[in-house]
């Protein structure tokens, strides 16, 4: 038995059956990841959204191992179909970040231009940093612009990535590490950077640093941090789509 026909004809777009394995899989990892996190207590190296994008991208090189194709092209055939229809679901979920944001809006209304200009003088000495650490560990070009939009969320950052010569792939990845780890050292960087009596900073932190993940533990601490985290998730995202293709122009990235 082939792959096609164990699948269905993957390469036929008139087939719909073969997305509802993409959705198949990715539900499934996602719900290990959540049966781990909960049976560990909240270890972060089993934060469901980590452990559900190695797990995945183990059952699919075993699959395609199996039934002797490339892991790319059995990516491209099974997996893609059914991802591509989860991943639509990122940009109304993206957009719901409006709602804690609203409900909190009097505190936005009053820093509003300390919270623009901190993220926007962050985001800047970010890109900064990460060019010259990347260049400096020996990456080329593509893994560098893949790396600069980190910042933003993974439904902003990866089409940014992929307009700037980078690879989306590497893109979420990074933004998905970004967020397991500042969700399990949260704790620790609001005690270091003192931040336990100023929930405006713990939220832009969370937010900024740990996308949709951060924004998760900032609702977790409080209203005003989880506000302040939404914030810092739209904001980035615009300021990463207006600063990252000019910067990555700039330094011949592409």
Same mark, same amino acid.
């Given at each position: 038995?082939?792959?096609?026909?164990?699948?269905?004809?993957?390469? !036929?777009?008139?087939?719909?059956?073969?997305?509802?394995?993409?959705?198949?899989?990715?539900? =499934?990892?996602?719900?290990?990841?959540?049966?781990?996190?909960?049976?560990?207590?909240?270890?972060?190296?089993?934060? %469901?959204?980590?452990?559900?994008?190695?797990?995945?991208?183990?059952?699919?090189?075993?699959?395609?191992?199996?039934?002797?194709?490339? $892991?790319?092209?059995?990516?491209?055939? &099974?997996?893609?179909?059914?991802?591509?229809?989860?991943?639509?679901?990122?940009?109304?979920?993206?957009? @719901?970040?409006?709602? %804690?944001?609203?409900?909190?809006?009097?505190?936005?209304?009053?820093?509003?231009?300390?919270?623009?200009?901190?993220?926007?003088?962050?985001?800047?000495?970010?890109?900064?940093?990460?060019?010259?650490?990347?260049?400096?560990?020996?990456?080329?070009?593509?893994?560098?612009? *893949?790396?600069?939009?980190? @910042?933003?969320?993974?439904?902003?950052?990866?089409?940014? *990535? &992929?307009? =700037?010569?980078?690879?989306?792939?590497?893109?979420?990845?990074?933004?998905?590490?970004?967020?397991?780890?500042?969700?399990? $050292? @949260?704790?620790?960087?609001?005690?270091?950077?003192?931040?336990? *009596? !100023? %929930?405006?900073?713990?939220?832009?932190?969370?937010?900024?640093?740990?996308?949709?993940?951060?924004?998760?533990?900032?609702?977790?601490?409080?209203?005003?941090?989880?506000?302040?985290?939404?914030?810092?998730?739209?904001?980035?995202?615009?300021?990463?789509?207006?600063?990252?293709? %000019?910067?990555?122009?700039?330094?011949?990235?592409?």
């Amino acid at each position: 038995m082939t792959w096609v026909n164990f699948f269905g004809n993957a390469l !036929d777009p008139k087939v719909g059956g073969i997305a509802f394995f993409g959705i198949f899989l990715s539900l =499934v990892v996602f719900l290990i990841g959540q049966w781990l996190f909960k049976i560990t207590n909240g270890f972060f190296l089993c934060q %469901p959204l980590f452990v559900g994008m190695v797990l995945g991208i183990f059952i699919l090189w075993l699959l395609s191992k199996w039934f002797g194709v490339s $892991l790319p092209t059995f990516y491209q055939a &099974a997996y893609k179909p059914g991802g591509d229809i989860l991943f639509w679901f990122l940009n109304p979920a993206t957009i @719901a970040f409006a709602i %804690p944001l609203y409900r909190r809006n009097d505190v936005f209304k009053k820093f509003w231009l300390e919270i623009v200009l901190s993220l926007i003088v962050g985001m800047v000495i970010s890109l900064v940093v990460i060019y010259f650490v990347a260049k400096a560990a020996g990456l080329n070009n593509a893994m560098i612009s *893949s790396m600069l939009p980190q @910042a933003a969320t993974t439904a902003v950052a990866m089409p940014i *990535s &992929a307009a =700037v010569g980078g690879n989306s792939a590497v893109t979420a990845m990074a933004c998905i590490l970004n967020a397991v780890l500042i969700y399990a $050292l @949260a704790d620790v960087l609001i005690k270091v950077f003192r931040l336990n *009596s !100023d %929930p405006v900073g713990a939220g832009l932190g969370l937010g900024t640093a740990g996308h949709t993940v951060g924004s998760a533990k900032a609702v977790q601490l409080g209203s005003v941090q989880g506000a302040m985290a939404s914030i810092a998730v739209v904001v980035i995202s615009i300021v990463v789509d207006i600063v990252v293709p %000019p910067f990555a122009s700039m330094m011949h990235l592409f």
